[in-house]
């Protein structure tokens, strides 16, 4: 009978909630409220020492209550934790648009523009034909299209296993432009009734490290040479040089061609150092690109390396980096050759105010991307170089933005070409409004001029209005 009145107080003691049962124990009593009521009974003579042994040893035996659960939690959630003995384990990520799934954050991110583009070219004519020229020539057009950036949506899969950061990270770059789709989603443009856009996967790599070792990179990702060029210019929010306005694909030119050469999404295995007072090194073995238009086989890979500063002097913010590249081409029937360059930058802030100075130089490097005419019919390499100048004001929510660039290709010796590039550049005038935290509206103007080593020229003018997301 003893023992039975003893049990029956057991099992109410375990019907209660668990923060009650423990509320002894965490104000620094050891025992739960049902040792103590064992005890309790043992000293008022109503259990014997060998009962108490055995029903404290009953009670060991019984599975530990579950830990308490939010009161206010939904009922589907309330569910899933009780399944899961009381444990939450999908949570909001302290950062970015995700959620942690346990020890793994899952982060999403992305963009969405669109504008609308006019742009206004020189006549055809016996004097306007310039070979890589990237002014527009054939009079006027009018489009709604992406801007330099098409959209795009990444994926990040973080955790940290042992003591290594590792993740998984995925980029998708759809564009809202109608495509040929022959060759790509960055194909020439295909502004008719049915067609649709395309989807560009240009990010696709794994990563490991600590910040002790540095990182590793694994797969298709941003390239090294040229990466801060592009990404500290103001037309990657905009518009910039609007090459195939009449049928646009999914990206315009921006500064591409007029002061830098596209660094490009390269398979690759990189390595980056760990921080040092403010600098990183970065180097790596990229996927050899065959000149644009040749055909090669390449036996030895491309390397690329890049050293950036971040930092402050003062009270001025210095973003400063030197990058470089060198690759092999090994032409079938032809003369091979080493396409290299290097390339030196630095964006300073204070205040409002920002000032950027690039410059770029190479040999069998090319013009506009990696490797396009980087040769003469011959298999000579050319020689090519560029710069850009840029400033930006910001006072609120407005930014004004100006920048001039130029990017200039040589004759090899000997070579007779008129028609040949010699130089692009452009002039662009910016004005941005962050209208919310997530979207900013554009307005820009640019002039882009092309000659060529003949003497023939060509211009052109755009004026193009609208948005870009973050988030």
């Known amino acids: 009978m003893k023992i039975a009145i003893a049990l029956g107080a057991i099992g109410l003691l375990a019907a209660l909630p668990a923060a009650a049962q423990t509320a002894n124990v965490q104000a620094g009593n050891p025992l739960d409220a049902t040792d103590q009521l064992l005890l309790r009974l043992k000293e008022k003579g109503i259990l014997s020492d060998e009962e108490y042994a055995a029903l404290t040893k009953l009670k060991q035996a019984q599975p530990a209550p579950a830990a308490a659960l939010p009161a206010a939690m939904p009922a589907p959630q309330q569910a899933a934790a009780e399944a899961l003995g009381g444990k939450r384990v999908v949570t909001m990520s302290k950062s970015g648009v995700g ?53 795009f949506l990444k994926v990040d899969v973080t955790t940290k296993q042992g003591d290594w950061d590792v993740g998984a990270h995925f980029g998708l770059y759809p564009g809202i432009n109608s495509v040929t789709g022959n ?47 592009i990404l500290n210019d103001i037309t990657l929010l905009s518009v910039g040089t609007a090459a195939g306005n009449a049928a646009p694909s999914n990206t315009t030119l921006g500064r591409i061609g007029v002061g830098y050469i596209y660094t490009d999404f390269q398979p690759q295995i990189t390595y980056t150092s760990p921080d040092f007072n403010g600098f990183k090194v970065s180097a790596g073995v990229f996927m050899p690109l065959n000149s644009f238009g040749a055909q090669e086989i390449n036996g030895t890979p491309g390397f690329q390396a890049r050293v950036a500063f971040d930092g402050k002097i003062g009270d001025v913010g210095v973003h400063a980096w030197l990058s470089g590249i060198s690759q092999d081409h090994r032409p079938v029937g032809g003369l091979g050759f080493n396409g290299r360059g290097l390339d030196f930058g630095a964006k300073v802030s204070a205040g ?31 020689g090519s170089d560029g710069f850009y100048l840029q400033g930006t004001y910001t006072v609120g929510k407005v930014t004004l933005g100006a920048s001039y660039g130029e990017s200039r290709l040589d004759l090899t010796r000997g070579e007779v070409n008129p028609t040949l590039l010699k130089a692009n550049s452009s002039y662009v005038g910016q004005l941005r409004y962050g209208l919310t935290s997530w979207v900013t509206l554009v307005g820009e103007y640019t002039h882009t001029r092309s000659s060529a080593h003949g003497g023939n020229r060509a211009s052109s003018d755009t004026v193009a209005a609208g948005a870009i997301l973050f988030f």
Request: aromatic residues 8%; hydrophobic residues 35%; proline residues 3%.
């Open 99 to 151: 959620l942690e799934l346990g020890d793994v954050t899952l982060t999403f991110s992305g963009s969405i523009n669109g504008f609308y583009a006019h742009d206004s070219g020189t006549r055809p004519g016996a004097r306007t034909t310039v070979a890589g020229g990237l002014a527009t020539v054939g009079g006027s057009t009018s489009s709604v299209r992406n801007g330099l950036l098409p959209g």
């Open 183 to 229: 060759g790509g989603a960055n194909t020439p443009g295909n502004p008719q009734a049915l067609a649709t856009s395309g989807i560009d996967a240009r990010e696709t790599y794994l990563t490991f490290g600590k910040a002790s070792f540095g990182e590793v990179k694994i797969g298709r990702a941003i390239g090294l040479f040229g990466q801060d060029a």
């Open 352 to 382: 409002g105010a920002s000032l950027l100075g690039y410059y770029y130089t190479g040999k069998g490097l090319g013009t506009t991307g990696l490797f396009i005419l980087a040769t003469d019919g011959a298999g000579r390499a050319r």
